[in-house]
């Protein structure tokens, strides 16, 4: 058996947590394998919503596996904080959500560092989510992290305390404020929660699982174009979310991997700092906020807006080897009379179809107009039933990218889902 990968092909939020929730049927196991709490999945069922952080968004079918990869950064208090809500809803996780020993906690001030470096940038900030990601994933590639798997030895009070001593000596760089003590109580009530599960060597038990022919999906987090090596440097994440970040915050081989569902919005949207191609500050684009609800699932934030952009896309898929893909949020466009796709860009003149490497260089976005199908899509329960200009727009995209879109989402809800 083979593991297959979902992942967001734009800046983040393209509705990876409803997808995954809606495709929890056909697998065994969901396991999430990088980022950590920067990541809001938003899952809307009968009409409530959930957001999930650290958690897998396989969560809400019983009878499944959820997996917490050694690829994700975990912050205890966050994460009892996520355990507690669902508990609330009487969903006990502690029999079938499974955590592996080598995945990093995310320290009180590992937060703080993140405040304060952001702070000192100003109006060169990446935007970060300030849960602390960057300082732990600086800490794991620089041989000072702690893992989960250390909150059981003996000597873990010892290594928190001298990781914190070495931050607080990085913090006296910074003229920030801050109070330790405000987050350690809950940081370490979180840590206790942590315990009660099962913590485990889970490259050994994933294999296994598909040596016995389980299905298991990879959840990614963010999206390809904040990954850390191929994003818009250094308005990015801390972590690779293209697919080969499925193998290593994992522990499966490339061999191993099945299907690659990509997935995008029928437009584009990024919330932070960094280079936007197609954004539209203006009506248009507050248009598609409104109608989209774009605001950020973790932090709040008005999410920037804009057509979809085939040059990103395509390199997306690219990086990825996508196989397949899904395009979500498509209702948010059914009253725009004109829609555009950019299918190129202009720059010093010039015009290029690929990714630039310099984010800073001013970008004319050339686009392809479509007529809108200016039509509510409730009604559409297979792809044969949609109105002939989406149908245009998607088969124009199937086209350019040259990879099928096998379901298209047409709402929040679980339900709102067409397939091909
Ligand atoms: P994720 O981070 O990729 O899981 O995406 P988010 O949850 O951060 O953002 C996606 C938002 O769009 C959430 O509020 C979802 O409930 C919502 N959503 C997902 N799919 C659709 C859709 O097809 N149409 C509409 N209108 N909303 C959607
Ligand atoms: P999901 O999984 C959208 C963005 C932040 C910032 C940059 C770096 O919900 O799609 P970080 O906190 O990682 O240091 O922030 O990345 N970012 C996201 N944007 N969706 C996310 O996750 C994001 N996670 C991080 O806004 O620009
Ligand atoms: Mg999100």
């Given at each position: 058996?083979?593991?297959?990968?979902?992942?967001?092909?734009?800046?983040?939020?393209?509705?990876?947590?409803?997808?995954?929730?809606?495709?929890?049927?056909?697998?065994?196991?969901?396991?999430?394998?990088?980022?950590?709490?920067?990541?809001?999945?938003?899952?809307?069922?009968?009409?409530?919503?959930?957001?999930?952080?650290?958690?897998?968004?396989?969560?809400?079918?019983k009878?499944?596996?959820?997996?917490?990869?050694?690829?994700?950064?975990?912050?205890?208090?966050?994460?009892?904080?996520?355990?507690?809500?669902?508990?609330?809803?009487?969903?006990?996780?502690?029999?079938?959500?499974?955590?592996?020993?080598?995945?990093?906690?995310?320290?009180?001030?590992?937060?703080?560092?993140?405040?304060?470096?952001?702070?000192?940038?100003?109006?060169?900030?990446?935007?970060?989510?300030?849960?602390?990601?960057?300082?732990?994933?600086?800490?794991?590639?620089?041989?000072?992290?702690?893992r989960?798997?250390?909150?059981?030895?003996?000597?873990?009070?010892?290594?928190?305390?001298?990781?914190?001593?070495?931050?607080?000596e990085?913090?006296?760089?910074y003229?920030?404020?801050?109070?330790?003590?405000?987050?350690?109580?809950?940081?370490?009530?979180?840590?206790?929660?942590?315990?009660?599960?099962?913590?485990?060597?889970?490259?050994?038990?994933?294999?296994?699982?598909?040596e016995?022919?389980?299905?298991?999906?990879?959840?990614?987090?963010?999206?390809?174009?904040?990954?850390?090596?191929?994003?818009?440097?250094?308005?990015?994440?801390?972590?690779?979310?293209?697919?080969?970040?499925?193998?290593?915050g994992?522990?499966?081989?490339?061999?191993?991997?099945?299907e690659?569902?990509?997935?995008f919005?029928?437009?584009c949207?990024?919330?932070?700092?960094?280079?936007?191609?197609?954004?539209?500050?203006?009506?248009?684009?507050?248009?598609?906020?409104?109608?989209?609800?774009?605001?950020?699932?973790?932090?709040?934030?008005?999410?920037?807006?804009?057509?979809?952009?085939?040059?990103?896309?395509?390199?997306?898929?690219?990086?990825?080897?996508?196989?397949?893909?899904?395009?979500?949020?498509?209702?948010?466009?059914?009253?725009?009379?004109?829609?555009?796709?950019?299918?190129?860009?202009?720059?010093?003149?010039?015009?290029?179809?690929?990714?630039?490497?310099?984010?800073?260089?001013?970008?004319?976005?050339?686009?392809?107009?479509?007529?809108?199908?200016?039509?509510?899509?409730?009604?559409?329960?297979?792809?044969?039933?949609?109105?002939?200009?989406?149908?245009?727009?998607?088969?124009?995209?199937?086209?350019?990218?040259?990879?099928?879109?096998?379901?298209?989402?047409?709402?929040?809800?679980?339900?709102?889902?067409?397939?091909?």
């Open positions: 058996m083979k593991i297959d990968v979902l992942l967001g092909l734009q800046w983040g939020d393209e509705g990876k947590g409803k997808i995954v929730d809606f495709l929890t049927p056909k697998y065994d196991v969901i396991a999430r394998f990088q980022g950590g709490p920067n990541a809001g999945h938003t899952l809307e069922i009968k009409n409530i919503q959930h957001i999930l952080h650290n958690i897998p968004s396989g969560i809400f079918h009878e499944k596996l959820n997996i917490i990869g050694n690829g994700v950064v975990i912050d205890p208090l966050i994460f009892k904080e996520e355990i507690d809500s669902i508990k609330k809803l009487g969903i006990d996780l502690s029999e079938n959500l499974i955590i592996s020993k080598k995945a990093h906690l995310i320290l009180p001030t590992h937060r703080i560092l993140d405040a304060a470096s952001e702070a000192a940038k100003g109006k060169i900030k990446i935007g970060s989510t300030l849960k602390g990601i960057g300082p732990t994933y600086m800490d794991k590639t620089g041989r000072n992290g702690i989960v798997g250390d909150i059981i030895r003996q000597d873990f009070k010892k290594k928190y305390t001298f990781l914190v001593k070495k931050h607080q990085i913090l006296k760089l003229d920030f404020f801050y109070q330790l003590s405000d987050y350690e109580k809950g940081w370490f009530e979180g840590v206790e929660t942590i315990k009660k599960f099962n913590i485990v060597d889970s490259e050994y038990l994933i294999n296994n699982y598909l016995e022919g389980r299905a298991i999906l990879a959840e990614g987090a963010q999206g390809t174009l904040l990954d850390i090596d191929f994003g818009s440097y250094p308005y990015v994440t801390s972590s690779n979310t293209v697919s080969a970040g499925a193998c290593t994992l522990g499966v081989a490339p061999n191993k991997i099945g690659i569902i990509g997935i919005k029928a437009y949207t990024r919330v932070g700092g960094g280079p936007f191609p197609t954004e539209l500050i203006n009506p248009t684009g507050e248009e598609l906020r409104k109608r989209g609800a774009e605001f950020g699932a973790t932090t709040g934030r008005p999410r920037r807006c804009g057509w979809l952009d085939m040059v990103s896309l395509k390199y997306s898929i690219m990086l990825n080897g996508v196989t397949q893909l899904i395009m979500t949020k498509v209702d948010v466009l059914n009253l725009f009379k004109i829609i555009n796709i950019c299918t190129g860009y202009k720059i010093e003149g010039k015009t290029i179809d690929y990714f630039p490497y310099d984010v800073e260089i001013e970008i004319e976005p050339i686009y392809t107009e479509f007529k809108g199908w200016n039509q509510d899509l409730s009604n559409a329960t297979s792809f044969d039933k949609l109105p002939v200009e989406l149908l245009k727009y998607i088969s124009f995209i199937e086209k350019e990218a040259g990879v099928p879109i096998k379901i298209i989402s047409i709402g929040a809800e679980r339900e709102q889902t067409v397939f091909n």
